[in-house]
């Protein structure tokens, strides 16, 4: 009998972190409640502790995605321009 992985959202699993975070339940109870593993709540929960700084960050990963596409639309801009100056120059 072969097993599905299930898959879980980001909002179900700050959820979890979060209760976990504040330790009104053990990991025990939270595992139950959540039909989870308390080993795979303390991963989530170390990792969410690991990239808390990330979220006060003054700068996204969204910000640095959309820099590095900007850089790549001026550069191709440059090189059409050049482009454009070749062709003009041919046509005279």
Do not use: C, H
């Amino acid at each position: 009998m072969s097993t599905s992985r299930r898959k879980f959202s980001k909002e179900f699993k700050s959820k979890v972190v979060l209760e976990s975070l504040k330790e009104r339940e053990t990991l025990e109870s939270l595992a139950k409640k959540y039909e989870l593993t308390p080993t795979q709540i303390s991963i989530w929960r170390s990792l969410a502790l690991k990239n808390f700084g990330n979220v006060f960050s003054s700068e996204s990963s969204e910000d640095k995605d959309s820099d590095i596409d900007r850089q790549i639309l001026y550069a191709q801009i440059g090189e059409l321009k050049v482009q454009n100056e070749f062709l003009k120059k041919k046509l005279r």
